[in-house]
């Protein structure tokens, strides 16, 4: 049972489930009430210029500017560092906005979270107090369910991501706009879900916004329309790394369960991380993704444990080498790993039949590695992740309805195509893949931190590691 932290606020339920089964005489009635601030249109969508159709509800932003009150609403499940930031970064852009409740699995993420975003934006604007969450701080497995039933406009959904499919899920169907962090999944049941729930925000109406900031940054969408124009020709061939020293497993106390040390350790366990292919390394794939407007088709590749063999890297390898396959035979060679005292990047590269081109770099050279073209834009500090949320605020404030939901999954989905070629030594296809009913955990039925953890240590401490050749792909 989700707690409330530091004060109970009466007008939330206190059974988690409430509200998930309502009937249609309930369902309708809470409707209502949020027409103060909503417009539904009930005459089955506006036509747009072009023949498009937009879906039955209009954004929150325009049903608020309708009645007098633009103040976006935000609701945050997940208060770690991530999710800290992204909600400071969305109450940094124009227009009022206003926290109105968080949640956490843990007391300490809430209260830490509460204090950063507080001495950011705490003090009271023209529209009233901006983080007004007394009563409104949820700690427990089921405290995002407090979150869905506030009347938060837009919701970000930063917890650890082998829960981001139930929560995406559930925000959809409580008629939430999205913000959510990469990756979407961590296996192929997970992507399924999101693009299921993504087809129905598209029918609601709903925003949906993906942690693939990139997409946002001005340098790559610069590049990248320059590449799209053909400056280097068709690609013929592209690198991408996540190379760096990441992080060590600390020792798991004697006093918390299984479940609880791997939720506070999840980068190691891949219910819940994915391994760091898919939870940094997805970044360049999707850059490459983009540039070449589809999915791969098949990969091949090796990884391991070499330079920790021991329970400190969790059920995780150190290292994944993939080849990612492309229609027209389009070859992406990706590397990402965690190993100390060696050669690092993150970067995407492009070769083509008139040149190349260092993405990340903004810069284009021709067939003689002449410099043709750079990016006159700085890097961005932040990433772009500053950017990413004054386009999303941007958009619903002028009615737009922004859906990243396909290409996050996608991505998604050709991160965890490359774990399961790199853990199991096998040529793995897109299709094949894409049909897996492998799913890593249940996390719909998590309850309590003293359930079963989806993976339990061996006698000797450590955790059972894929060995390629022998492991099944997953």
Not at 409 to 417: D, G, N
Request: charged share 20%; net charge neutral.
């Amino acid at each position: 049972m989700a707690q409330r932290t530091p004060a109970r606020n009466e007008n939330h339920p206190s059974d988690p489930t409430a509200g998930e089964s309502s009937p249609a005489s309930e369902r309708s009635a809470v409707l209502e009430q949020r027409a103060s601030r909503r417009t539904f249109i009930q005459s089955g969508g506006i036509m747009l210029a072009g023949g498009s159709v937009l879906g039955t509800n209009l954004s929150v932003a325009r049903g608020a500017h309708a009645y007098g009150d633009d103040t976006l609403k935000i609701g945050l499940i997940g208060c770690g560092s991530r999710g800290t930031n992204a909600v400071i970064q969305a109450m940094n852009t124009d227009g009022a906005t206003r926290l109105v409740a968080m949640a956490d699995v843990f007391e300490s993420n809430v209260q830490s979270a509460f204090r950063a975003i507080n001495s950011k934006h705490g003090k009271t604007g023209p529209a009233g107090k901006r983080v007004d969450v007394d009563g409104a701080r949820f700690v427990g497995l089921d405290g995002w369910k407090h979150v869905l039933q506030s009347d938060a406009d837009v919701v970000f959904l930063t917890t650890p991501p082998g829960f981001r499919p139930l929560h995406f899920e559930k925000a959809i169907e409580a008629d939430k706009h999205v913000f959510m962090e990469k990756p979407v999944a961590t296996d192929t049941p997970g992507v399924r879900r999101v693009l299921a729930a993504n087809e129905i925000a598209k029918q609601k109406g709903l925003a949906v916004a993906v942690g693939l900031q990139r997409h946002h940054e001005a340098r790559y969408r610069e590049c990248i329309e320059r590449l799209h124009a053909g400056a280097i020709g068709d690609p013929v061939f592209a690198r991408a790394y996540w190379n760096g020293a990441g992080s060590r497993l600390r020792t798991k106390p004697k006093n918390v369960s299984e479940l609880e040390y791997q939720l506070r350790q999840w980068q190691h366990f891949n219910w819940i991380g994915g391994d760091q292919i898919a939870e940094q390394h997805i970044h360049n794939l999707d850059v490459i993704n983009w540039l070449l407007g589809e999915h791969p088709v098949s990969a091949q590749g090796q990884g391991g444990r070499d330079s920790r063999s021991d329970q400190t890297l969790g059920e995780t390898f150190d290292h994944h080498m993939v080849e990612f396959t492309y229609a027209k035979d389009v070859r992406l060679l990706s590397q990402c790993r965690h190993v100390r005292g060696c050669w690092n990047s993150v970067s995407e590269h492009v070769h083509g039949t008139q040149g190349s081109c260092d993405i990340s770099a903004a810069i284009i050279r021709d067939p003689s590695g002449k410099v043709v073209w750079q990016s006159s834009q700085k890097p961005s500090k932040d990433r772009g992740c500053q950017q990413a949320q004054h386009d999303l605020f941007a958009s619903l404030r002028k009615g737009e309805i922004p859906n990243e939901g396909d290409y996050g999954a996608t991505s998604t989905m050709t991160a965890i195509m490359g774990r399961m070629a790199s853990y199991s030594g096998k040529i793995v296809r897109w299709n094949e893949a894409f049909q897996s009913d492998q799913m890593l955990a249940d996390v719909d039925a998590m309850r309590s931190l003293k359930d079963i953890a989806p993976v339990q240590p061996l006698p000797d401490g450590n955790y059972e590691v894929a060995i390629p050749g022998q492991s099944k792909v997953i």
